[in-house]
């Protein structure tokens, strides 16, 4: 990030952004993990919810940022806070649980064990799949929002960065909302069922405004957001899914493959659009999400509470 803001040509732009990507895409898995198998049962989720409603912050934060400073400057920012969040995780003592695995003599981390058993690959399989409305709304519905906003002919102007920031502040009460209420319910399931239905009811809002303004549509946006603030429990049900030799592969691996699931996704938008209009286009892609992710939720274990001192063996 820090050498981001010292690029001068698009290529090293592109290169030094997929270095920070790779870096980032770790971070979250290895967190919820580490606080999974650290922190006692009855906390657990309260422990995944927090680290993930502070992280979306990011994004809100970054909106900011970037209207205050100059682009290097909001790099700079960031790569400095990569760095704070290095001296943190340094400090940080490994999980009881997974020092007693180290010392046994199975596999750790081995991905292709998740494929050695038809139970444990339709279970990753599952986890990865309820997450996938969480991205059609992210990767089509807020990236494409200045287009949304155009087809539905709304008065005033909308900004991509805006309804980004929007539907992340949404995110984070979503986030917090649906972990703490799972912890009150005794159940991650059913609170994440909960927010899929809500998910549909705010896809249709947001596609079919009633009141054509960029303030209401910021509104949408939001709303939107908090729908699918499931994203703790997401990756926290993933993380509780496998044993300690798998979790931290399965948390760090399942959040990215969701989102590269934007790929089809946007691919599938975009001939939608060219044959239905971006609005209906949208709403065919938004249904076939949701129904993919109930019945991925059919699947996977109900994990509240579950004992993560386990391994995973062939």
Sequence with gaps: ?????????????????????????????????????????????????????????????ANFISKVFDWQIAYFIGGGLGLALLVARVSVFESGIFLTTKRKDVPRGNFFQLFTKRTRFIKFMGCIFIGLPIWYAIGILITFSPEFAKALELTGVVGAGDAVMFSYMGLVVGDLSSGFISQIVGSRKKIVAIYLLLTMVCVVFYLFLPIKTAGFFYIACFTLGIAIGYWALFVTIAAEQFGTNLRSTVATTVPNFIRGTVVPLTLAFKFLRGEMGIIHGALVIGIVTIIIAFFALNVIDETFGRDLDFEEID
Excluded: C, D, K, M
């Excluded at 980032?24 to 898995?29: K, R, Y």
């Excluded at 009855?42 to 994004?59: C, E, F, M, N, P």
């Design 1 to 61: 990030n820090i050498a981001n803001g010292f690029a001068t040509s698009v290529t090293q732009y592109a290169v030094l952004r997929f270095i920070a990507g790779i870096g980032l895409a770790g971070e979250l898995g290895a967190g919820i993990t580490l606080v999974s198998e650290t922190l006692p049962t009855h906390l657990r989720g309260y422990g995944t919810t927090i680290i993930s409603g502070v992280g979306v912050l990011g994004a809100v934060f």
